[in-house]
C-alpha cells in the first residue's frame, strides 16, 4: 500500500480550505483588484516548488500555488458576494490600494 | 529540479475547476441530488484506492488529490442545495427539485445568478442586486 498519495489528497483538503480564508479575508482586507498579485504569488509558490528539497515540501508548496491561482480568480465574485451582503462588506477606502491599480482597473478580472 | 510539486498543482487545479463547474451543472439538471453524490462518492473511493495500490508516487499524488477532490464534490451537492434554497445560486425551473423550491415561500430561491456582474464597490440592498444584472 501506498498512502503518499492518500496523505496528499488530505493536505490538499486542509490547503483549499485555508484557500476560502485566503479569499474572504483578501477580498475584505485588499480588495479584489488584488487578483493579479494573488496569481503572481501562486505562479512564483509553483516554481519554487520545482527547487524544494523532498518530496513532501514539493507538494505542499505547489499544492499552496495552485490554492492561490484559484483564489485569485474568486476574488470578483467575492466582492459581489460582500456587495449584496452575504460576506461583511468593507468599503474601498479602508482597504490598502494595490500598485498599478489605474491598469488593473482596465483588465477583466478572470472568473472560472 | 522537483517536478512532482507542479504535478500536485496542476491536478489540485485542474480537479478543483472541474468539481466547481460539475457540481453546479449536475445539480442544476438533476431531479435528485443523491445520486450524483453517489456516483462521485464512489468515484472518489475508486480513485483513492488506485491511488493506495500504486507504486509511482506521481500517479499516485494526482490520484489521491483527485480522490479527494471527488469526495468533498459530493458533500458539494447538498451544499449547493442550500445555496439555491437561499438564493445564492440560480434555480432551474425546469427541474422539478428546483421548481418546489422556487414555489415554496420559506425559501428565498431565485433563477436569477446574482453574482453574474463586476463588482461596483458599493453595499447593494436586495432590489439593486436584482437590478444590476437585470438591466444589463
Redesign the interface.
Known amino acids: 500500500m501506498n498512502y503518499f498519495g492518500l496523505l496528499t489528497g488530505l493536505a490538499t483538503l486542509l490547503i483549499i480550505g485555508l484557500g476560502f480564508l485566503l479569499v474572504i479575508q483578501g477580498e475584505r482586507i485588499l480588495g479584489f483588484l488584488w487578483w493579479p498579485y494573488m496569481m503572481m504569488v501562486g505562479i512564483a509558490l509553483i516554481i519554487v516548488s520545482l527547487f524544494a528539497q523532498g518530496d513532501w515540501l514539493a507538494v505542499v508548496i505547489g499544492v499552496l500555488g495552485a490554492t492561490f491561482i484559484w483564489g485569485s480568480t474568486e476574488l470578483k465574485e467575492q466582492a459581489v458576494r460582500a456587495e449584496i451582503g452575504w460576506y461583511p462588506f468593507n468599503d474601498a477606502t479602508r482597504k490598502l490600494k494595490p500598485p498599478f491599480e489605474k491598469i488593473i482597473k482596465n483588465w477583466r478580472a478572470p472568473h472560472l | ?10 491536478v ?2 485542474f480537479s ?2 472541474f468539481g ?2 460539475a457540481v453546479r451543472k449536475i445539480e442544476f439538471i438533476s431531479p435528485t441530488i443523491w445520486i450524483p453524490t453517489a456516483i462521485f462518492a464512489t468515484l472518489g473511493l475508486i480513485v ?1 484506492f488506485l ?5 509511482n ?1 506521481s ?11 471527488l469526495l ?1 464534490d459530493a458533500l458539494e451537492f447538498t451544499r449547493q442545495q442550500r445555496r439555491i434554497r437561499k438564493g ?1 445560486a440560480p434555480a432551474n425551473p425546469n427541474n422539478p427539485r428546483h421548481a418546489l423550491v422556487l414555489a415554496d415561500s420559506n425559501f428565498h430561491a431565485t433563477t436569477l445568478d ?2 453574474k ?8 440592498s ?1 432590489d439593486q ?1 436584482i437590478k444590476l444584472i437585470t438591466e444589463h
Open positions: 529540479m522537483n517536478f512532482i510539486g507542479v504535478i500536485a498543482a496542476l489540485t487545479f478543483v475547476w466547481h463547474v483513492e491511488s493506495l495500490s500504486t507504486v508516487r500517479l499516485s499524488i494526482a490520484f489521491g488529490i483527485l480522490g479527494i477532490t468533498f445564492h446574482l453574482l456582474r463586476e463588482p461596483i464597490g458599493k453595499p447593494v436586495s442586486a
